[in-house]
């Protein structure tokens, strides 16, 4: 066969196999379908079909998951191959192109992208919420309980008293806004197209949605509440954060700034506007929630690096305190939501062990894939 009946081959080979994943991920399709229509039908029966929010994300999320995260994979390969496979390099390489990379790769980015729906729904439902609840009546009771399982101190208090510093809080702001962005979406690029986790992709993209619709819709819109930042707009009580938010507005001319991000999303709340990442909810904390995930799976490759992601956990729940972001409750219901949804995922999800057909079609016909595969 020549060469390019070779590159037809294997085009086919991958485009099988892709096809074969897609398949496969059909219950992943199937909840984003049913849950991007329960989340139309909940707008329009609260009439605010003006809510919705899909055309927001095609760009960015398409940039993102399509050019930015494929070529920062590309480069750190490249960078593995350099460092450590010396005059293997050539075989290494192959790695990077490998029948079955490709493959999860290709199917992967199918499945992004119709999380780009995914996400648009949660942003939309979200939206709507404070017309379902006609504002935000929880946020005296969950401050209260704040205060009360913090000694009657309301938990910013406790923070300030040793990290009131303007450095600090620009290091907590990039954190938050920048590095848990980069981990946590990272992450779900890298489970999705790559077949280096295999075992665990359905469970943790299935776990990954089943946070953002409990945690982020179902129970934000069932005790809705807007936040420390928002407290004084929602009670009328202005002095209660008002030092924290005093504080915090110290950053606001900075691009990471929360009191910026803060300010955008009431503009568009009082002006019934949509927006990217708009919409306003305090409990439980999604921030933490999907730290939290991503530390539970981390544990099943590496207890030590899984230890040290359940740091990074209570460091996001401490910042969204910090940050006038959240009540502590918000963080510590957050996690423990997640840690329910990771329990009954493992014990509905198995590991998925199966080969993808493309791979063992591979391995038949061009050995050294064995090999280039992982």
């Not at 919705?52 to 095609?58: E, P, R």
């Not at 050539?90 to 790695?95: D, N, Q, V």
């Not at 990077?96 to 999380?115: D, E, K, N, V």
């Not at 208090?157 to 954190?175: C, H, T």
Request: charged share 10%.
């Amino acid at each position: 066969m020549n060469e390019s009946g070779l590159v037809i081959r294997h085009l086919w080979t991958i485009v099988c196999g892709a096809i074969q994943l897609v398949r496969r991920d059909s219950g992943l399709y199937l909840s984003i379908v049913i849950y991007t229509l329960a989340g139309l039908v909940f707008l329009h029966a609260i009439g605010a079909d003006d809510r919705t929010a899909y055309s927001i994300y095609f760009g960015r999320w398409t940039l993102l998951n399509c050019l930015i995260l494929p070529a920062f994979a590309i480069l750190i390969d490249l960078i593995l191959i350099v460092r450590r496979f010396g005059p293997r390099r050539r075989l290494a390489a192959k790695r990077i192109f490998s029948t079955t990379r490709l493959t999860y790769a290709f199917s992967g980015l199918s499945l992004l992208m119709a999380l780009m729906i995914f996400q648009g729904t949660f942003t939309s439902v979200k939206n709507g919420m404070p017309v379902w609840q006609d504002g935000f009546p929880f946020d005296v009771a969950q401050a209260n309980i704040d205060a009360f399982l913090h000694f009657g101190t309301d938990p910013w208090r406790w923070l300030y008293a040793v990290a009131e510093n303007d450095s600090i809080r620009a290091a907590i702001e990039w954190n938050y806004n920048v590095f848990w962005f980069l981990l946590n979406f990272g992450a779900l690029f890298f489970v999705a197209t790559s077949p280096m986790v295999a075992s665990v992709r359905t469970r943790y993209l299935a776990c990954f949605m089943a946070v953002w619709i409990v945690v982020g819709n179902v129970l934000a819109a069932l005790f809705l509440s807007a936040g420390p930042a928002f407290y004084g707009s929602v009670t009328g009580d202005v002095a209660r954060f008002g030092e924290q938010l005093a504080f915090l507005a110290h950053g606001a001319a900075s691009r990471n700034s929360a009191v910026s991000y803060q300010q955008y999303l009431w503009t568009l709340h009082e002006a019934r506007q949509t927006g990217f990442g708009s919409g306003i909810s305090a409990f439980p904390s999604v921030h933490v929630g999907l730290a939290m995930l991503n530390a539970l799976f981390l544990r099943e490759f590496n207890r030590y690096l899984g230890a040290l992601a359940f740091v990074y956990v209570a460091f996001v729940a401490a910042s969204s305190v910090y940050l006038a972001w959240h009540y502590a409750i918000d963080g510590y219901v957050s996690a423990i939501v997640t840690l329910i949804v990771y329990v009954v995922a493992r014990k509905l999800i198995p590991a998925d062990s199966r080969p993808v057909a493309a791979m063992q079609t591979a391995t038949v016909n061009r050995p050294e894939a064995a090999v280039a595969a992982f």
